[in-house]
């Protein structure tokens, strides 16, 4: 009894001298896309519009040796949204229109909000490892529990992480509108991609 008890005491010591390094999410090489699937006439054509997040930012607390006290804090500011495809100037400030104006309401929820204090670890090996982050997500007003799975590598002072995930948008209140004339209408559920990297502050 008395190993187990010491054994116990030496892993609260071991976890508590382990620092956690800060790294800065760099936005410029860093992806995230959102799939809205199609439904409606468009839909034949398979134009499943492509969503691009282009205003991130966030941190991550992160050691190698403990990643379970890993914690991530993510914004995105929600105007930030442009569709991807190749579509015609005006179908194109259409969808944009409906997405920030009536489907986000950017005016009233101007920011996505992802805080995930916890991580389970599934896998690692040689600074590459395969995670869920245990998050809440803000989307349009309401918080949710959101798990998402992702795989996370570290280079130096560079730690990458990369997956996908998918959420319905009447969980968050939202209404799937129509778009181009009627002509595009969408789905409730929406596949996230992310590919997300992140350096060590100085």
């Keep these: 009894m008395s190993e187990e008890i010491g054994s116990g005491q030496a892993a609260e010591a071991q976890t508590a001298n382990v620092s956690l390094d800060r790294y800065i999410i760099n936005p410029t090489v860093s992806r995230f896309t959102v799939k809205v699937f199609a439904t409606g006439l468009l839909s034949a054509f398979g134009h499943s519009p492509t969503i691009a997040i282009r205003d991130m930012q966030g941190e991550v607390n992160f050691n190698s040796a403990l990643i379970e006290q890993s914690s991530l804090h993510f914004v995105v ?32 929820y101007p920011q996505i909000v992802y805080e995930a204090p916890r991580v389970m670890v599934k896998s690692r090996v040689d600074g590459q490892g395969e995670v869920s982050l245990l998050g809440q997500l ?6 949710r529990s959101q798990t998402v799975a992702a795989k996370i ?46 350096r060590k502050a100085v």
């Design 153 to 198: 590598a570290v280079t130096g002072d560079m730690l990458r992480a990369f997956g996908e995930f998918s959420l319905r948008q009447s969980d968050y209140n939202i209404k799937p509108v129509s778009a181009v004339g009627g002509g595009l209408k969408v789905k409730d559920e929406l596949r996230f991609s992310f590919d997300i990297v992140t």
């Design 138 to 143: 803000t989307l349009h007003g309401v918080t």
């Design 77 to 108: 500011r929600a105007e930030s949204l442009s569709v991807m495809d190749n579509v015609n100037d005006k179908d194109r400030r259409e969808m944009e229109s409906e997405m920030r104006e009536r489907v986000l309401e950017v005016g009233k």
